[in-house]
């Protein structure tokens, strides 16, 4: 599991390994295999009790990108923490990612399914971002840290 973790962190771009959680007691692991028994997807998730609805910042950051910021609004009832969602490269945008995430929302919380309003994602990047609102159905999915 930490061969896979180390790969997904790389790929996200997650330099400081040290502070990322590893899977065992707090953090759960799903992964997606392929046909040919590889891993082509994963999520690291943990249960949560709050999240913050997003808003993009005004102001773009040094890449050009306007940066997802907690709202002033309070914290929002949640059940399920993405820490990190992946997918290979060369597999993305064939709704793998949905599929992982509706196997997470129907097996994180044993006999409930979880709603999507009560997931909150952690430092989404920017096609994270875009999968989030698309997933979740609105622009001010949750994020937690």
């Not at 773009?60 to 949640?78: I, Q, R």
């Amino acid at each position: 599991m930490e061969e896979v973790r180390e790969v997904v962190d790389i790929d996200l771009g997650i330099t400081d390994r040290n502070q990322s959680p590893v899977p065992g007691k707090d953090l759960q692991a799903f992964l997606y295999i392929s046909n040919a028994n590889k891993v082509i997807a994963a999520a690291f998730v943990e249960h949560i009790e709050k999240g913050y609805p997003c808003v993009s910042g005004h102001e773009p950051d040094e890449t050009g990108k306007a940066p997802l910021l907690k709202s002033d609004d309070a914290p929002m009832k949640a059940v399920c923490g993405i820490s990190r969602l992946w997918v290979f490269k060369q597999c993305r945008r064939k709704k793998i990612a949905s599929r992982l995430m509706d196997c997470v929302r129907a097996n994180l919380v044993f006999g409930c399914t979880i709603s999507k309003v009560k997931i909150a994602f952690s430092d989404p990047t920017e096609n994270g971002r875009m999968f989030a609102q698309t997933y979740c159905g609105t622009p001010n999915f949750l994020i937690y840290r």
